[in-house]
């Protein structure tokens, strides 16, 4: 028996009235392959559109050990304490391969798990970088539109998960721990360049004075390298997860960084580049996708693999015989 038809604006009603159920069913919605089910969350995204925009959207990575987990589930409880509804998205393009750990990591945020002021969602289980993150973005306009001002992305996965989450985000925080070694070589140059904040985690015990070197370190790197705004120079701070101090400190830096760079009007500017940077991800991703479905383009495909790799073709007429197909 076949499932009833979902009506966009039904469900849109619901998602606006706060329904946590429909919420989850409408991001199912959006992850789905089907194309009936692509059409209707489309139209949905659409219908919600007004409805977005007024939240804090925070990235936020880091090395491994870094304790993301256990910062998200620390900041989160203490921004559902102050009245705010928090969502919590995730990033992992290997989650095709290893299942992701986002499931896993829902476990450790034990306190916002349970919070009915917050909301937990991992990533899609399987599909490019691109698609995941075109996905994730969709995502955090259903979570704005069910009344969450702030959304909190998680990178889970590696390469070019950071640059993702920075494209969508309007912070983008990355977290180090000190006393693993040598901190500047546990995280990639890139992923510095892309920070709004460093902040050195486990800054706590007998590892408060590493956690001030560490610190010291990382301020001595940004000096070298061109802040990517005049308005904002990234800070580096240290703080503790595990009991909680510097918590309110890092909220205090990204909402001292939104309220600068709406002054300047450079927030809105970075937002309206996302949208369109969403708008070429999603075409991209539509193209690869008729590559992969139409069987005269796939067969054509396999043709010119197969003339390339042995010599007989070269790569850039294989390419214009493709694309004539396509009709690009």
């Known amino acids: 028996m076949a499932s009833p038809a979902i009506e966009p604006s039904a469900l849109a009603a619901d998602i606006r009235a706060g329904d946590r159920a429909m919420l989850a069913r409408a991001i199912t919605l959006i992850e789905s392959k089907r194309a009936d089910h692509r059409q209707t969350a489309h139209l949905l995204v659409q219908e919600l559109l007004p409805l977005t925009g007024k939240a804090v959207r925070l990235g936020i990575t880091g090395a491994p050990g870094a304790g993301k987990s256990t910062t998200i589930d620390a900041l989160g409880s203490m921004l559902t304490a102050q009245?705010?509804?928090?969502?919590?998205?995730?990033?992992?393009?290997?989650?095709?391969?290893?299942?992701?750990?986002?499931?896993g990591d829902k476990t450790r945020m034990s306190r916002l798990a349970v919070d009915p002021n917050a909301f937990i969602r991992p990533s899609p289980a399987s599909g490019t970088l691109?698609?995941?993150?075109?996905?994730t973005r969709e995502t955090?306009?259903?979570?704005?539109?069910?009344?969450?001002?702030?959304?909190?992305?998680?990178?889970?996965?590696?390469?070019?998960?950071?640059?993702a989450v920075?494209?969508?985000?309007?912070?983008?925080?990355?977290?180090?721990?000190?006393?693993?070694?040598?901190?500047?070589?546990?995280?990639?140059?890139?992923?510095?360049?892309?920070?709004?904040?460093?902040?050195?985690?486990k800054a706590d015990g007998d590892n408060i004075a590493r956690a001030n070197i560490?610190?010291?370190?990382?301020?001595?790197?940004?000096?070298?390298?061109?802040?990517?705004?005049?308005?904002?120079?990234p800070p580096v701070v240290t703080f503790s997860?595990?009991?909680?101090?510097?918590?309110?400190?890092?909220?205090?830096?990204?909402?001292?960084?939104?309220?600068?760079?709406?002054a300047t009007g450079e927030l809105a500017e970075i937002r309206r580049a996302q949208q369109?940077?969403?708008?070429?991800?999603?075409?991209?991703?539509?193209?690869?996708?008729?590559?992969?479905?139409?069987?005269?383009?796939?067969?054509?495909v396999k043709q010119a693999e197969s003339a390339v790799a042995a010599g007989k073709l070269a790569p850039t007429l294989a390419v214009e015989e493709i694309a004539q197909l396509l009709g690009v």
């Open 241 to 262: 997860a595990l009991n909680g101090t510097g918590i309110d400190g890092l909220w205090a830096k990204v909402t001292e960084h939104k309220e600068k760079m709406t």
């Open 140 to 163: 955090m306009l259903l979570c704005e539109a069910a009344g969450y001002d702030v959304v909190i992305v998680e990178t889970v996965g590696v390469g070019q998960s950071e640059t």
């Open 214 to 233: 560490a610190a010291a370190d990382f301020k001595s790197a940004l000096h070298i390298l061109a802040p990517r705004t005049l308005t904002w120079s």
């Open 83 to 103: 009245g705010h509804k928090v969502a919590v998205l995730a990033v992992d393009p290997s989650s095709s391969r290893t299942g992701g750990s986002i499931l």
């Open 130 to 135: 691109g698609g995941v993150a075109a996905k």
């Open 276 to 300: 369109v940077k969403w708008m070429w991800t999603m075409l991209e991703e539509r193209l690869t996708a008729r590559l992969r479905s139409d069987p005269t383009v796939r067969a054509k």
């Open 166 to 201: 920075a494209d969508m985000t309007d912070f983008f925080l990355v977290l180090m721990v000190a006393g693993s070694g040598d901190e500047l070589q546990g995280i990639k140059k890139g992923i510095v360049e892309l920070a709004d904040m460093i902040a050195i985690n």
